[in-house]
């Protein structure tokens, strides 16, 4: 199968590649209706959508666990409702209903969930997610918890500040962290290329002496099986990964735009692309699925999506007053930490350490850093844009960019000379 | 435990404005393990003025988290943390890097709760403040872009009990508070604090110097200066009420009424620059609540609207001073 090395599928069940199909139909049809709703005039706002990109998403989110962390950004519908938020949650958000998670007091994909599905909300300013879900992860493994945080960044936002100053921290820190940069071709209507002087985005990690993969994200499989390893040697706590999906946004930046500006070439190629109907040939070709089993995800898609929307459109608008509460939490919220780990390693006199830096001093014949072991780059995805490159899918669905900068100094193997000690605490 | 035990204010019972914050942090990393400490230079080096020094050592590195030179990192990690229920206190080196991440704390910390009801209590502390000769970069006094922010709590201490007592009250707090230090008070005042774990409550003004004549409402150094300022008056005959804030967001209207109710003057004293600094918002909250009670205009001697000059006798021009106050209460009180 294009794409599709077999090692990709040997660790999901049929039930599970099934899954996959699920979420991505109920990702679009969802964003269908929500179309129609825009039409109707009842969405209350803007309306974004992630048509072409719902295999990215769905297949990220779908190789965390439930305890890991997410926070998706306005075209991660799709890994909303992995994490297991209704349609009708969206729908609500849009159309700012008081059932909806926020209760009509933001939209959008603006909401999350602590307690239960462990998701951050996004704000609209792009990259602030990467400083906030690095300290998640960071407070994860503080209090034991062994989890990942992820979250997604487009194009786009990998230029803001927020983006350098959250990696540069994930990497310092090694949080188990997963960025997956969606590079869908455009910031709003400003090609990749006229953004950044880079071919691929992966190699923004090289800054940060961390490790990153490049995937073909309108492949479902690929982008699970690469997030699954990059989830894994975060675990592990081998620090940060950036993943970057290649894909497409085949639509505006909004419902509003049209995107003229996009070469229709660009968009008839990456129509031949698309990733739900390349799954579908994959559970085809692969006999995980007949026609039955295939209509029945689509009408069960169907019928939820009416049952949802109908209990969406009867919820009522915030009653007026509502503004002006909740600001502050005075105390409507319970504020408790999961320990998993004993309490006393982070309290004295187990916490006390001696308060100096251990670092390398010039001549120890530690100073030199070993290079990277794993630097050959692997790649056959085809050009990111046309022109006559090979489809996406004819190459390996997934590969190692590289191993990006060198692994870290060796610990001083020298005995303790008077200038350092040794540094218990994470570097 | 208390950190006196390490340090040289063992020997006395007083206790200076930057030891009072120090003993805070302390006191709450000793009696809950979630409260963590995040900034630049804050643990082997024990920060730029030395509040959080001695804590890594007993802390550990896994509380006390040196970074990168990020400010938006620094406060973005800490709400992150907040989320899994840890209670971060984060430093800025000086408070004029705030607006470096500007952005985490206004749209992303602040918006929060009343967004997508996810509280997040962390605690951005800093020395603030001129009259040191720190220039246009570290003497600032940023507390009003914060006031002027719904979802934030800013408090500016003026005394090391207050300082103590409201820092433990912002660690303990479910929302993000800014805390500012004045720097020119960290080693000027000092005073004498009670044994054992006391709290001041957020949002309560303190009236500091009961009087007839008229009300003078301050916070931070400015209160020092606007006691001076009603001893000289005193001696005149003008007896002044001199009002602490403590807290600005939320601030305590109802303090701020009585008072002017009962002197019928209002004079308002801060060291923040003069357009869109509290001294506004409290007039606007006087004529709103108490007009038919004025006897005379409400008042105010404020920083000059310039960014703050380096040069000493510049920034001597740019402050206000006890004899500004004093200028400006004796106008108020020929009315």
Not at chain 2, 310 to 335: G, H, I, M, W
């Amino acid at each position: 199968m294009n794409g599709y090395g077999e090692r990709m599928a040997s660790s999901l069940k049929r039930e599970q590649f099934l899954d996959l199909y699920y979420y991505m139909r109920l990702n679009r049809s969802l964003e269908d209706r929500l179309v129609n709703l825009f039409r109707q005039n009842k969405v209350v706002g803007g309306l974004y959508g992630s048509l072409g990109q719902e295999g990215t998403s769905v297949g990220t989110a779908y190789a965390l666990g439930p305890n890991d962390w997410i926070a998706p950004m306005i075209r991660n519908v799709g890994a909303l409702l992995v994490r297991g938020f209704k349609p009708r949650d969206i729908f609500m958000q849009y159309m700012a209903r008081y059932d909806s998670p926020t209760q009509g007091k933001d939209g959008t994909s603006h909401f999350g969930d602590l307690k239960v599905r462990h998701v951050v909300s996004p704000i609209s300013m792009l990259g602030d997610l990467i400083p906030v879900m690095t300290g998640v992860a960071m407070a994860g493994r503080y209090l034991g918890q062994k989890i990942v945080a992820m979250t997604w960044i487009g194009d786009g936002g990998t230029s803001t500040g927020a983006f350098h100053e959250g990696m540069n921290l994930a990497a310092q820190q090694k949080a188990p962290f997963v960025l997956v940069i969606e590079n869908n071709g455009w910031a709003y209507s400003t090609p990749v290329s006229r953004q950044v002087p880079l071919k691929d985005l992966a190699d923004r990690a090289k800054a940060y002496g961390i490790d990153s993969m490049i995937v073909d994200g309108n492949d479902v499989v690929a982008v699970y099986d690469t997030t699954r390893r990059a989830v894994e040697q975060c675990r592990a706590g081998d620090g940060p990964v950036i993943i970057e999906a290649k894909t497409m946004r085949m639509r505006g930046h909004a419902q509003h735009d049209p995107a003229e500006y996009v070469p229709r070439e660009m968009f008839a190629y990456w129509k031949k692309l698309d990733p739900v109907e390349r799954y579908e040939k994959y559970l085809t070709e692969n006999k995980l699925w007949d026609e039955k089993a295939h209509k029945q995800i689509d009408d069960r898609v169907d019928r939820e999506l009416t049952e949802e929307l109908e209990i969406a459109e009867n919820s009522p608008l915030p009653p007026a007053e509502e503004a002006s509460t909740g600001v502050y939490c005075e105390g409507c919220h319970e504020i408790e930490a999961i320990w998993k780990r004993p309490k006393s390693e982070v309290m004295p006199p187990k916490s006390s350490v001696a308060p100096v830096w251990s670092v390398a001093i010039p001549g120890d014949g530690d100073g030199a850093q070993s290079k990277s072991a794993s630097s050959a780059v692997v790649t056959t995805m085809a050009e990111h844009f046309p022109a006559g490159a090979k489809s996406p899918g004819n190459g390996a669905g997934t590969k190692t960019a590289s191993k990006s900068g060198s692994k870290p100094a060796p610990k001083s193997a020298r005995p303790a000379a008077k200038k350092t000690m040794a540094r218990k605490g994470r570097g | 435990m208390s950190p006196t035990k390490t340090t040289a204010a063992v020997e006395s019972k007083q206790v200076t404005f930057l030891e009072a914050i120090r003993q805070a942090l302390f006191e709450e990393m000793e009696r809950d393990p979630t409260v963590v400490m995040i900034g630049e230079d804050i643990g082997v080096y024990g920060g730029a003025f030395k509040v959080t020094a001695g804590l890594l050592e007993r802390f550990g590195w896994e509380r006390v988290i040196d970074t990168p030179i990020s400010e938006t990192a620094i406060i973005g990690a800490a709400v992150g943390m907040s989320y899994l229920g840890l209670r971060p206190v984060a430093e800025m080196q000086f408070i004029d890097f705030i607006a470096c991440c500007f952005n985490q704390l206004t749209n992303f910390a602040a918006k929060s709760h009343y967004r997508w009801g996810a509280p997040a209590p962390i605690v951005v502390r800093g020395p603030s403040g001129g009259g040191i000769h720190g220039g246009p970069f570290h003497s600032q006094n940023p507390e009003m872009y914060f006031t002027h922010t719904p979802g934030l709590k800013v408090i500016y201490p003026a005394t090391a009990y207050d300082a103590k007592g409201l820092m433990k009250s912002a660690i303990r707090d479910n929302n993000p508070v800014l805390f500012f230090e004045h720097k020119f008070l960290y080693r000027r005042i000092k005073e004498e604090l009670p044994e054992g774990d006391y709290t001041v409550p957020i949002g309560k003004a303190s009236v500091r110097r009961e009087g007839r004549d008229l009300t003078i409402i301050s916070y931070a150094a400015m209160l020092h200066t606007s006691l001076e300022a009603a001893e000289t008056l005193a001696r005149e005959g003008i007896e002044c009420e001199v009002v602490d804030l403590r807290t600005l967001l939320p601030l305590d209207k109802e303090t701020i009424l009585k008072s002017v109710v009962k002197t019928n003057k209002l004079l308002i004293v801060h060291e923040d620059t003069r357009t869109g600094g509290i001294a506004g918002e409290i007039a606007a909250i006087v004529c709103e609540g108490a007009f038919d009670q004025l006897d005379g205009p409400v008042m105010r001697v404020t920083s000059l609207d310039t960014p703050v000059p380096y040069s000493p006798p510049l920034e001597e021009q740019f402050l206000p001073n006890t004899e500004k106050v004093v200028a400006a209460a004796r106008d108020l009180a020929k009315y």
